[in-house]
């Protein structure tokens, strides 16, 4: 048996080893009373890129021990394994593999999964930009320009420099490992100029239009106030509240720690957006409503927030059977939002991230600097400054 990392201390190392060809964990001896030694496997073979992935893993549950959210189930470790041990981009060796951009591609995909996020790597690379990439008329990295006309005739222009800058990104990493002697991808995606739409600006709810929702949501869907209310009074991401358990709460509910954010689409579990963890101090109007729903002993690993039957909230479902409101077969949702647009209450339609735009707005219009709100919402002042404080009008001008 071979230690590829040993176990330093008793207090939270976690060891990664090598037991008959293939990883596993090994977990300190103080997450359990009786002293006892677990291992976690893996299920994956001793190789180097493995090694990698295992890491992550490691890591996640160092810091979890760290921070005293450890899952000691375990549940949540061998989900994030699971997400490795899917079956892997198959790599097709063609006849120039120098020359065959798919080729490139999935290389450049196993290169870079033990670096993103699994959600990434399955939504985006193993996907959606792999599925545009292998519905190209030709591969031929020689065809460049044709590669990127054809983007060009099928896909909206924001889609086709979507692409051409991954292909950039892919031919760059193989230039530089020496699998390919040019880029011939270089500059094509900025040379690319999209419009900038009316729908692409930063378009907050007013004040007035987030009681008037609030309210609806009361009155007709009320097991989805609360998660409403939380939304436009936190400002944090959809898939961070769907996420929120009652660990990451505390007791008397004057703090809240976003440290995760939940794939409706994957359904999977992940870091936020940024991969950092913030905290969050309650004002009085959210500590009453998360008290006002808080079970008396609640399960640390139970959701805040749950959907009528009491699992997870699937986002897209919220989105477009509550919020909007669609046709799904015979079955036709009325959703809040469309129910106030045809009463007049709201002027247009806007999606249930908006949420997070209103309370950056209003925020700011209340007098919070940039650099506070920026730390409250997870994102950085230079966004906070370019997104929202310049969009940001008064309603009255001081008298000069």
Same mark, same amino acid.
């Given at each position: 048996?071979?230690?590829?990392?040993?176990?330093?201390?008793?207090?939270? &190392?976690?060891?990664?080893?090598?037991?008959?060809?293939?990883?596993?964990?090994?977990?300190?001896?103080?997450?359990?009373?009786?002293?006892?030694?677990? %291992?976690?496997?893996?299920?994956?073979? $001793?190789?180097?890129?493995?090694?990698?992935?295992? +890491?992550?893993?490691?890591?996640?549950?160092?810091?979890?021990?760290?921070?005293?959210?450890?899952?000691?189930?375990?549940?949540?470790?061998?989900?994030?394994?699971?997400?490795?041990?899917?079956?892997?981009?198959?790599?097709?060796?063609?006849?120039?593999?120098?020359?065959?951009?798919?080729?490139?591609?999935? /290389?450049?995909?196993? %290169?870079?999964?033990?670096?993103?996020?699994?959600?990434?790597?399955?939504?985006?690379?193993?996907?959606?930009?792999?599925?545009?990439?292998?519905?190209?008329?030709?591969?031929?990295?020689?065809? $460049?320009? +044709?590669?990127?006309?054809?983007?060009?005739?099928?896909?909206?222009?924001? *889609? +086709?420099?979507?692409? =051409?800058?991954?292909?950039? $990104?892919?031919?760059?990493?193989?230039?530089?490992? @020496?699998?390919?002697?040019?880029?011939?991808?270089?500059?094509? +995606?900025?040379?690319?100029?999209?419009?900038?739409?009316?729908?692409?600006?930063?378009?907050?709810?007013?004040?007035?239009?987030? #009681?008037?929702?609030?309210?609806?949501?009361?009155?007709? /869907?009320?097991? %989805?106030?609360?998660?409403?209310?939380?939304?436009?009074?936190?400002?944090?991401?959809?898939?961070? *509240?769907?996420?929120?358990?009652?660990?990451?709460?505390?007791? &008397?509910?004057?703090?809240?720690?976003?440290?995760?954010? %939940?794939?409706?689409?994957?359904?999977?579990?992940?870091?936020?957006?940024?991969?950092?963890?913030?905290?969050?101090?309650?004002?009085?109007?959210?500590?009453?409503?998360?008290?006002?729903?808080?079970?008396?002993?609640?399960?640390?690993?139970?959701?805040?927030?749950?959907?009528?039957? @009491?699992?997870?909230?699937?986002?897209?479902?919220?989105?477009?059977?509550?919020? /909007?409101?669609?046709?799904?077969?015979?079955?036709?949702?009325?959703?809040?939002?469309?129910?106030?647009?045809?009463?007049?209450?709201?002027?247009?339609? #806007?999606?249930?991230?908006?949420?997070?735009?209103?309370?950056?707005?209003?925020?700011?219009?209340?007098?919070?600097?940039?650099?506070?709100?920026? /730390?409250?919402?997870?994102?950085?002042?230079?966004?906070? =400054?370019?997104?929202?404080?310049?969009?940001?009008?008064?309603?009255?001008?001081?008298?000069?």
């Amino acid at each position: 048996m071979i230690v590829m990392k040993a176990v330093r201390t008793a207090k939270g &190392d976690v060891g990664i080893e090598d037991f008959r060809g293939k990883l596993r964990l090994r977990m300190p001896r103080t997450i359990e009373q009786t002293g006892k030694q677990i %291992y976690l496997s893996t299920g994956l073979d $001793a190789n180097e890129i493995n090694r990698r992935r295992v +890491a992550t893993v490691a890591n996640k549950i160092e810091e979890d021990i760290l921070t005293g959210n450890l899952d000691i189930t375990l549940n949540r470790y061998r989900e994030l394994l699971e997400s490795y041990r899917q079956p892997q981009l198959s790599l097709v060796k063609p006849i120039c593999p120098e020359s065959d951009v798919m080729a490139l591609w999935l /290389k450049y995909c196993e %290169y870079m999964r033990p670096q993103i996020a699994s959600t990434t790597y399955q939504r985006d690379y193993a996907r959606k930009y792999h599925n545009h990439i292998n519905a190209l008329p030709t591969k031929d990295l020689n065809q $460049a320009i +044709a590669i990127r006309d054809h983007l060009l005739t099928h896909l909206t222009p924001n *889609a +086709a420099k979507r692409v =051409l800058t991954y292909l950039k $990104a892919c031919c760059s990493w193989a230039k530089s490992s @020496g699998i390919i002697t040019n880029n011939p991808f270089t500059g094509m +995606a900025e040379d690319i100029k999209l419009l900038k739409k009316e729908s692409d600006a930063i378009d907050p709810f007013s004040l007035v239009e987030m #009681r008037i929702i609030i309210s609806a949501f009361e009155e007709t /869907k009320p097991h %989805y106030a609360p998660f409403v209310k939380f939304l436009f009074w936190t400002g944090c991401r959809t898939g961070e *509240a769907i996420a929120l358990q009652w660990r990451h709460i505390s007791h &008397d509910c004057s703090q809240i720690i976003f440290a995760e954010s %939940y794939d409706s689409q994957l359904n999977i579990r992940k870091g936020t957006k940024t991969g950092k963890t913030r905290k969050f101090p309650c004002n009085q109007q959210v500590q009453a409503l998360l008290l006002s729903i808080r079970p008396d002993q609640p399960d640390p690993n139970q959701t805040v927030f749950t959907s009528p039957t @009491g699992g997870i909230i699937n986002n897209s479902k919220f989105s477009n059977q509550v919020w /909007k409101g669609c046709k799904s077969g015979k079955k036709t949702y009325k959703g809040v939002i469309q129910k106030l647009l045809e009463s007049g209450e709201i002027e247009r339609y #806007r999606c249930p991230y908006n949420t997070r735009h209103t309370f950056i707005t209003l925020m700011l219009e209340q007098g919070l600097t940039i650099t506070a709100v920026s /730390k409250l919402v997870g994102n950085s002042p230079e966004i906070i =400054l370019s997104h929202y404080a310049g969009n940001t009008v008064p309603l009255k001008l001081p008298e000069l």
